[in-house]
Structures are given as C-alpha cells and as structure tokens.
C-alpha cells in the first residue's frame, strides 16, 4: 500500500515519499508527515540478526513505499559502505551506566552523516521517478554539522549544486574549517553576520518565495533541502534506533519486546522525532528523554505546555544545539494535535508572529512519554570530566549535554530501564572544549596540538575527517549579511 505523506499546514497538500524528498518543504511552510506510520512487517527477533544496511531497508522500505526494492536497495547500499570506519556502521557502547549509540562513524565525524550520507541518493532516485529535467539546488542552514556532512554527500553529484549558509561565528573551528576547505565545484559556503535561527529563517523564506521559485524554474533550477525539514533526512534516521535496539538484543541485554529508553542532545528535534516515529513503527520505547543546553526553550515546552523563542540566543559549547526554533517540533504539534493541520497552523502563525505559542491540557496530556532536561555549561564539562575519570571514555560536548541530563533523569525518577544515549559527534570535532572540560590549562594548545593530546588520553584513532583538514586550503570565504543570503544565492547561480 503506498504511504502519503501530508503537509503540516494543509491536509489537502499530499505527496508520495519521493516528491516529498525532491520538494523538501511543502507550500506555506509546512512540513510533510507521513498520514500514518506502518508497523514492522519482521520481528525483532529477525532484525536482530540483520546488518545495518538490512535493517535500514526492513525500516526505510515501510517509510518509501514509491521506492522499487531495487532502487532502495541502491541507495543503502552506496551510502553506508566504508566511508564509515567501521562495520558496525553505528556502534553501541556500554560505559558508565548506558549505551552510547555512537553516530559519529561517516566521513564528517558527526551523526548528520547518517541520513545525509544518503539523502542525494534518495533525491538523484526521486529526482528521476518523477522526470525532474532542472538541477536541484540543495539550500542548507547549518548550526555546524549539517553543512559538512550535505556538502560531502552532495560534492559532484551530477545534476545537484549545493548551497550552505552557517553563523560565522556560531560554530566551531574545526567545523568552520571542515566546511570552507570543501572541495566540489557545485559547492558554495556563506558565513553570515546572525545566528543559526537567522540562517534557518532566510532559508525558509527562499522556499516559500514562489515568484523566486518560478523564476528559478526558467532558470533551469528547483530548489531542495537537506535540512531535517526534509523527509529524507528523518526515515534514515529511524533506521540507527531499530539497530541499537536490536543489538541489545543479539547481545542478550533485553529480550525482544523489553522496553527502553533514549536520551537525545536536542536542537532541531529531527533526531528525537526519528526515535519517536520508530516507536510508532513498533519499537518498543519507555522513554523520549529531551536534552537541551543553556537554550533550553524545549526544557521549558515540556514543563509547561508554552513554547517561547523570546530569550537571549546563548552560544554554548555544543554549537550545533544552538537553537531557538526547533523545525520539527512542529510534526510533534500536529501530531498531538489529533493530525489537524488548521489547529497547527494556528500555532505555527502565533510563533511566527508573537514568537509563542501555548498548547492545550488536552495536547499536552499526549506528551508523557517525553521527559525534557538540560545541562549548563558547566554540568557539561563536568560530565565530560567524570566520565573520563571513571571510564576513560572521552565524550563530545553534545553527547555530555544528554549524559548529564540522563543523570538527572535517573536521580529524579530512579527509572532503570536500559537506556540508549544518542552520541552525536566525535570529541575530535569539539577538541577545544572537551579538552578544556578535562583541564582549563589545555586551552594555551593550539587546536592540532589538542588533536594529539585527545589521542593520546583516549587512545582512539584521530580520524581521517581530522587528517584531512590539518593542512587543506580553505576555498570558500565568502561572508554576507542576514539580509543578503538571496543575493548569494542568485551570485553563484549566475542568474
Ligand atoms: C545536529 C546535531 C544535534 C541536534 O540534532 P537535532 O536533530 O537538530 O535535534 C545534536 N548534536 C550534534 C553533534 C549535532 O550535529
């Protein structure tokens, strides 16, 4: 049976899996949602004796159904292959009382390889279902991660051009430098003078601009996303919760059928969502718990039924969960919502206009499989430190955002059900801050000698994305304004 998948704004806006993919973004802003999610059709007992790029296809063949076996099957298999250092592809971890999913295997060291190591395979795929003559041009915002990761998927995939935009001082060094030494003549990056939440707005507002989008059609372009708006990015995502889950069953941790939960470092709720759309699916899962940092509007959503973005934006040392506006809370919305998309629309103008919205008892009763934290910046290094101490196991920054708030979680609840901690990025990719959390007088090194020194206190391989950027030249260095992103955007296009 072939899954539709729905606008967030307009029940009457409808898409296949592919068309969803290739448009990234429905009309008015909304966000496409699958109208139901199928249950597994393999046992968990069977998918515990799968690879990863099996389970991937038992999940993502449910999520796509308007992909053939063949094409699907195509997909997995190009993406996770050895650019990833390992087998495994995602390795659970035990240490410290939880099992770290560790999401940092692919080719930019952080979880956004994932789904995004796949994603312009499923939009080259979509892009020839649906007879699509233009080139694609992929327009990202990024916090930090996500613009290395699409800029490595996309790099000279014919018919794609790829455009990101990152706050120029919103991100950390060794992400900014991942990200301007990126070779690929259809790649463009753009610093800009604002914060994530400006660069996520501009990006937004080139999609919805549908005299732009006409215009760029004589052009010989269509715009997508490899934003977690897009669908793409969400159903690879479920894949790595099915996996951990089933690995805890090979290993005899659980039994098939035993409850757990997930502890996620929160920004654009994509991650957390893929994790609640996977229980859905049959997954059996306790627990959402939601891990913020000093930005903690999704901390105080979950105390309080409000979701308010008028507050300081505070840059932290987990820069890619430096977010006001977390996009796909609004598929959580409309979900609660009893799937109304008029009542979500509601709420999407409120925050839009007044920045906030409140939703009722009634929604908010639907909410209490999440438990929402979130750690200052102190709690993180000192996570980071502990947990190096008792275990030798050196943690990101994101990653230590989610173990303090399980700790939490755990002293508040005395819950003990196993529980999964998404770790989302290498400590390599954050050395700076995970070394100064380990001991201030590291921050005189300079960030290869802290490369160095990580390595020798965790005795885990620098990697190769590490290698790669000691002595790349930077090729992009363009810098605009927040107002001037179209400007670009229409610069590189030549149009
Ligand atoms: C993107 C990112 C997050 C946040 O994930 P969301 O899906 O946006 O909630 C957390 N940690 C790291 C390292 C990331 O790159």
New binding site residues.
Partial sequence: MELIYKSTRNSEETATASLAILKGLANEGGLFVPDSIPAFDVSLEDLAKMDYREVAYNVMKLMLTDFTEEELRHCINSAYDDKFDTKEIAPLVKKAGAYYLELFHGSTI???DMALSILPYLLTTSAKKNNVENEIVILTAT????GKAALAGFADVPGTKIIVFYPKNGVSPIQEKQMVTQKGDNTFVVGITGNFDDAQTGVKKMFSDVELNDYLATKGYQFSSAN?INIGRLVPQMVYYVYAYTRLVASGDIKAGDKINVV?????????LAAYYAKAMGLPINKFICASNENKVLFDFFATGNYDRNREFILTT?P??D?LI?S?LERLIYRIAGNDAAKNKELMTALNSQGEYTITDEMKAELKDFFGGYASEAETAETIKKVYESDGYIM?T?TAVAANVYDKYVAETGDKTPTVIAS??SPYKFTRSVMNSIDAAYDKQTDFELVDELNRLSGVKVPQAIEDIRTAPVRHNTVCDKDAMLDEVKKFLGV
């Fill in positions: 952080a979880f956004k916090s930090g991660d996500t977690s996620v470092p929160t920004g654009n709720f994509g991650n957390i987990s890619s969960m977010i977390s796909n990101d994101h989302t990025a």
